[in-house]
């Protein structure tokens, strides 16, 4: 078996939800660079981009990454709640993380961007609280959830 193979098996969910990652960005970018394109403001085009990309995420996370393969209306609609709250939830997060770590420090420029590094490690929390709560709350099993 290949290395490649190998990561695939051992790590599959993991890579997935890196590259799903990926394809999420491009959406949330794409959808609001289209909302500006056609007049709708910044303001309400970074809001429209962003539930964009929660729903194209869900998507994803619920048949590539997680294997959720259950099309029961009140499973599915179990999951949507629960993925749109938590990505509500990670929001306040960074919402209430950023600018705490501006003002501990992390305001340093990169990229030519100020207050890039505090971005950054938002971000990070950002995507670690979205993959625990998709894996053990959003796409668990009835079966797990019951025992």
Request: hydrophobic letters at 50%; proline letters at 0%.
């Given at each position: 078996m290949g290395k490649i193979s190998y990561l695939m098996m051992v790590h599959r969910e993991a890579i997935m939800y890196v590259i799903m990652g990926g394809f999420t960005t491009l959406v949330t970018w794409a959808s609001y660079a289209g909302f500006v394109h056609f007049?709708?403001?910044?303001?309400v085009s970074n809001v429209l981009?962003?539930?964009c990309g929660v729903v194209f995420a869900f998507i994803v996370n619920k048949w590539i990454v997680f294997n959720s393969k259950t099309l029961k209306p009140k499973e599915v609609a179990r999951e949507v709640v629960f993925f749109f709250g938590s990505r509500i939830f990670t929001l306040v997060v960074a919402v209430i993380a950023f600018p705490?770590?501006?003002d501990i420090g992390f305001d340093q420029e990169l990229f030519g961007t100020p207050g890039m590094v505090?971005?950054?490690i938002t971000s990070v929390i950002e995507i670690?609280?979205?993959w625990?709560?998709?894996?053990?709350?959003?796409?668990?099993?009835?079966?797990?959830?019951?025992?």
């Open positions: 007049g709708v403001s910044e303001e981009s962003w539930v705490v770590l501006i505090a971005k950054i670690v609280l979205n625990v709560l998709s894996k053990y709350l959003v796409f668990r099993s009835k079966k797990a959830r019951t025992q």
